[in-house]
């Protein structure tokens, strides 16, 4: 069993979804949670964000498996909010071991009937949201010459598709945000990788089927198409183990890889 004994994690976009089942994972393995979520609506994308009361439950669910859990709000655009999140974390715990740039958001529509404000927020949510959070730990980690940095991209980040070019363009910027910070941050110690999920089972999906008025089974029929394995997503913790092994010391040799958990999305 990969084991975080002790370690002290820190998940953006922790309060629901991929981050919830991420934070749950590393606390079962034996680690210490930092979790940090805006935890309001944004003006796009064009369904639900996470609530205060997602954030309280995470916190519960990791403090269930024994483990200390540290629950911040902050959005991960605005440079002081997370500086201040680090800051707390680092006081809190001493240390960050584990990074996990994991807030993102997503919408569908074609490129030239996007907003500017709808593009932009798009890319900061999901590319700029990536790099703050490192910024602000990277010294940190530089100051005991090791650490872990993942970041969720998506299958969109390695193709291109059709109706999420702002999806992808944001998405594609991880990759190459991690790769050069791979290339960075291996003198120090410091690994960095990129995950890519196929579509996850998690309150976004149906977010994205509720803002284009599709039937949310309708939906999910037709982008089971996309896989090559039947199944129209990939279950949360099915990214977590991915997102529990690179940041575990049997991956310690591991960076500046895009691990994908795509179902087989990416062969066709």
Not at 21 to 43: E, F, Q, S, T
Request: proline share 3%; glycine share 8%; with cysteine.
């Amino acid at each position: 069993m990969v084991s975080l004994k002790d370690k002290i994690c820190l998940i953006t976009g922790g309060a629901r979804g991929q981050g919830r089942a991420h934070a749950v994972a590393m606390a079962r393995a034996g680690a210490d949670i930092v979790l940090v979520d805006v935890c309001k609506d944004l003006p796009y994308p064009r369904y639900a964000l996470a609530r205060p009361l997602d954030l309280a439950e995470t916190k519960r669910l990791v403090e269930a498996e024994g483990r200390r859990a540290l629950a911040l709000v902050a959005d991960v655009r605005k440079s002081a909010e997370v500086e201040t999140a680090v800051k707390t974390a680092l006081e809190t715990f001493g240390h960050v071991d584990v990074l996990v740039c994991n807030a993102g958001i997503t919408d569908m529509a074609n490129s030239w009937d996007l907003s500017e404000d709808e593009w932009d927020i798009m890319i900061d949510v999901n590319l700029k949201g990536c790099w703050l959070p490192t910024k602000f730990t990277i010294p940190s980690m530089i100051a005991r010459g090791k650490g872990r940095i993942i970041m969720t991209s998506s299958v969109a980040g390695l193709r291109g598709l059709a109706g999420l070019a702002h999806y992808s363009a944001a998405k594609h910027g991880v990759v190459g945000l991690a790769r050069s910070l791979a290339l960075e941050l291996a003198p120090h110690g410091i690994t960095v990788n990129t995950v890519h999920p196929t579509n996850v089972d998690t309150p976004l999906l149906d977010g994205m089927a509720d803002a284009a008025s599709l039937d949310r089974a309708e939906f999910r029929a037709a982008i089971a198409r996309n896989n090559v394995m039947s199944t129209p997503a990939v279950g949360a913790e099915d990214v977590a183990n991915a997102v529990l092994w690179l940041a575990s010391d049997e991956a310690r040799y591991v960076t500046g890889q895009a691990l994908a958990v795509d179902a087989g999305m990416l062969l066709r």
